[in-house]
C-alpha cells in the first residue's frame, strides 16, 4: 500500500513538471569551497545546478557584501563600513565577497542566481539595500537570471516593488499560506523542510494558485525524497550531486 501511494506521489511529481537544484549558500561541501564564496558559485554552475543561493547584506556605508551571519569575524556587518571588512578571508582563502563580484561571476556562468536579502536592524537601511541590489543586478544584465528570496516581509514587498515586472520574489519565513501570498503577488513560497512537513498541503495549495514552491534545506536522504515524491519545484540543499543521481531519470 505504502508502496503505491510513493508511486501515486512520483506521478503527481512527474505532472508539475521538472525539478530543479539550488545549492544552499553555493556548492561549498567540495575541495577549495567555502560557503557564500565565489568559488562555490562556480562549483554550483560547474555540476549544472540550476541554480546556486547567497547571502547578501549591506554595510553602513551602502556595499553589499556576500555572508550569511549578520557580523563575520565579529564585525556586525549592517553597522560596519566596508574598510573594516574588505581585507577579511573566507575559509577557502578567498577575499570576503561583494555582490558586485559575485554578479561579476555569474555573468560568465549559467546557473541561475538566488539572492537572498538578509533582514536589516534598520529598516531604512534594508530599503536601501533591496534598492541598491536591484540596480545593481540591472546594470549587470542579470535581470532574467536572478529571484529573490527573504525573510523580511518589508524586504519581499520593496523587492517586488522595485524589481522588474514578473522577477520571482519568494519568502522564507513560513508563517503565511500560499493564498496569503498569492494576494501580494509573490511567486510561491521558499519555506523550511520544518514547516513544509507540518504543512504539506501548501503544495498543492501554491500549484493551484500558479506559484512555484522550494524547500531548504534538504540535506537527508529522507527529506530529498519526500520532496520530489511531493512534486516540490526548488529543492535547495547542502548536497547538490546526491540530489542530482536521485533526480535523474
Ligand atoms: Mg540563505
Redesign the pocket.
Known amino acids: 500500500m505504502r508502496k503505491f501511494w510513493l508511486m501515486a506521489m512520483a506521478v503527481m511529481a512527474l505532472t508539475v513538471g521538472a525539478q530543479e537544484v539550488i545549492c544552499?549558500?553555493g556548492y561549498w561541501d567540495t575541495e577549495g569551497s567555502a560557503q557564500?564564496s565565489i568559488r562555490s558559485l562556480v562549483k554550483a554552475d560547474s555540476i549544472g545546478a540550476w541554480g546556486s543561493?547567497?547571502?547578501v547584506w549591506m554595510t553602513a556605508d551602502g556595499v553589499l557584501v556576500v555572508n550569511?551571519d549578520a557580523s563575520y569575524q565579529g564585525v556586525t556587518i549592517e553597522t560596519a563600513k566596508w574598510k573594516q571588512l574588505k581585507d577579511m578571508r573566507l575559509k577557502n582563502g578567498e577575499p570576503l565577497p561583494t555582490l558586485d563580484q559575485m554578479l561579476e561571476c555569474g555573468k560568465r556562468l549559467t546557473t541561475r542566481l538566488?539572492v537572498?536579502m538578509?533582514p536589516h536592524k534598520n529598516k531604512e537601511q534594508e530599503k536601501e539595500a533591496a534598492r541598491r541590489i536591484v540596480k545593481m543586478v540591472k546594470d549587470k544584465g542579470l535581470e532574467d537570471r536572478v529571484e529573490y528570496?527573504t525573510f523580511s516581509y518589508a524586504g519581499m514587498k520593496n523587492l517586488k516593488e522595485m524589481a522588474p515586472l514578473g522577477t520571482p520574489v519568494y519568502y522564507?519565513n513560513g508563517e503565511l499560506s500560499p493564498a496569503q501570498l498569492a494576494e501580494i503577488d509573490m511567486a510561491g513560497i521558499d519555506y523550511s523542510i520544518k514547516v513544509m512537513r507540518e504543512h504539506p498541503q501548501w503544495i498543492d495549495e501554491a500549484h493551484s494558485l500558479g506559484m512555484k514552491v522550494n524547500v531548504?534545506t534538504v540535506n537527508s536522504d529522507r527529506d530529498m525524497e519526500w520532496c520530489i515524491n511531493y512534486g516540490v519545484d526548488f529543492i535547495t540543499t547542502n548536497a547538490p550531486e546526491r540530489l542530482q543521481q536521485k533526480l535523474a531519470p
Open positions: 544552499h549558500r557564500n543561493e547567497f547571502d550569511h538566488i537572498e538578509k528570496i522564507l531548504w
